[in-house]
Structure formats: structure tokens, C-alpha cells
């Protein structure tokens, strides 16, 4: 069964950048997408960034477009959220999750993934 562990969260200052890490163990991840989630308490999970199996396709929010890139390597069995120039309002919970096939319309819901990571937390502020 596939697992997944985040990692590479932490405080950072407005302005500044992380990349998190998606690491897959117990199968292979080319056959997967992934999506990364973030959460806040109090608020629903919401998706910003899918990374599809298919011919490396990439889904990601208009809010977040011109500062969030994801990539992935596949040998590795790893999928990265880079962000940058990251805001207070980017503090959260980010997971990521894998699905073969998203149940649902859209890959940005929770409803579509499968399997998921604990988390890693990511705090803006200065």
C-alpha cells in the first residue's frame, strides 16, 4: 500500500521560500496523482497544486499560479511543492495525497485522493 511522508516545513519570514517534499514508499509513483493540500484550523482543507500521472501535466490555483511550481521524480518516488515569495496567509498544514484515477471533478478536492501524508506545517511570519 502506498504511504506517504512530507517533509521540509518550517517558519519562514514574508518574502521568503521553502520546498516540500512528498515521499512515496510501498509502490511506485508514476501511476499517481498527486495533489498537495494545505489547512488551517478551522478551515477546510483546500488543494492548491495536482501533479498528474499523465505526460506530467500540473494543475494549479489561480491564487498561487505565479508563486507555487510543483515537480516530481519519479525514480525517486518524490513530488516537490516549491514556493516562493510566501505570505502569511500561506501558513498552514500541507499534505499531499495520491489517487490513480481522482474520484469526483476536480483534482483539487480531498474527495479524489486516496492516500494520504501526516502533514508538515508551514509558518510565514516574521
Known amino acids: 500500500q502506498l504511504q506517504l511522508v512530507e517533509s521540509g516545513g518550517g517558519l519562514v519570514q514574508p518574502g521568503g521560500s521553502l520546498r516540500l517534499t512528498c515521499t512515496a514508499s510501498g509502490d511506485t509513483l508514476d501511476e499517481y496523482n498527486i495533489g498537495w493540500f494545505r489547512q488551517v484550523p478551522g478551515k477546510e482543507r483546500e488543494g492548491v497544486v495536482c501533479s498528474g500521472r499523465l505526460n506530467g501535466k500540473t494543475y494549479i490555483k489561480d491564487y498561487v499560479k505565479d508563486r507555487f511550481s510543483v515537480s516530481r521524480d519519479n525514480a525517486k518516488r518524490t513530488v516537490y511543492l516549491q514556493m516562493d515569495r510566501l505570505k502569511p496567509e500561506d501558513t498552514a498544514v500541507y499534505s499531499c495525497?495520491?489517487?490513480?484515477?481522482?474520484?469526483?471533478?476536480?483534482?483539487?478536492?480531498?474527495?479524489?485522493?486516496?492516500?494520504w501524508g501526516q502533514g508538515t506545517q508551514v509558518t510565514v511570519s516574521s
Open positions: 495525497a495520491a489517487t490513480r484515477i481522482p474520484r469526483g471533478d476536480s483534482v483539487y478536492s480531498a474527495f479524489a485522493y486516496d492516500y
